[in-house]
């Protein structure tokens, strides 16, 4: 079980749009819908940014959209604001062993 | 919400074994909607999942931590807990317990984690 690949930092400036990739096989990603994304803060827990590949959780603004091609899920942020530095993890089900794996983690710099 | 606790020692001896509790309050653990699980991050690291139990006891684990973790659910007691052998300084990390949805396999609920040390 391999860790999926994320880039190791993303910037970009206020009100502009990203997109963090993370790649993973035809064992996790490519074989199932369940792709999610966490935020994480300096010296905090992660939070549940998206969920089976493009869902929003209550309360999590619709800036944040994600989705998924192959072997790629991708983590896109529009209206990129201050507020949005941090560190963002993906994370896929792996399925027919019930694992999960997580990709390495992409910082985000907002300029 | 649904509030999760860590707990147990902060410092573990190489060779020893590090065993955390996660308390559950504001709902019950038995329940066929969750799993139960593990994650670690070591400091300025990524994440790691460790491993996930179901209430029934079902346990699934990391295959590259397989051979040293056990996690065990008390449904009466409403927590589980893990227990990992043989610890190295490699071991050292922040542990979270997390709530994983069992239809959509997130992570939506997290306890604020605890910071194991390996070291004599």
Do not use: H
């Amino acid at each position: 079980q391999s860790a999926l690949t994320q880039p190791a930092s993303v910037s970009g400036s206020p009100g502009q749009s990203i997109t963090i990739s993370c790649t993973g096989t035809s064992s996790d990603i490519g074989s199932y819908n369940f792709v999610s994304w966490y935020q994480q803060f300096p010296g905090k827990a992660p939070a549940l940014m998206i969920y089976e590949g493009s869902k929003r959780p209550s309360g999590v603004s619709n800036r944040f959209s994600g989705s998924k091609s192959g072997n790629t899920a991708s983590l896109t942020i529009s209206g990129l604001q201050a507020e949005d530095e941090a560190d963002y993890y993906c994370c896929s089900y792996g399925g027919i062993i019930n694992t999960w794996v997580f990709g390495g983690g992409t910082k985000l710099t907002v300029l | 919400q649904m509030p999760l606790q860590e707990s147990g020692p902060g410092l573990v001896k190489p060779s020893e074994t590090l065993s955390l509790t996660c308390t559950v309050s504001g709902g019950s653990i038995s329940s066929s909607t969750y799993y139960w699980g593990w994650i670690r991050q070591p400091p300025g690291k990524g994440l790691e999942w460790i491993g996930s139990i179901f209430y029934s006891g079902k346990t699934y684990f990391n295959p590259s931590l397989k051979s040293r973790v056990t996690i065990s659910v008390d449904t009466a007691k409403n927590l589980f807990s893990l227990n990992l052998r043989s610890v190295t300084a490699a071991d050292t990390a922040f542990y979270y317990c997390a709530r994983l949805t069992y239809s959509s396999k997130d992570i939506d609920y997290w306890g604020q984690g605890t910071l194991v040390t390996v070291s004599s």
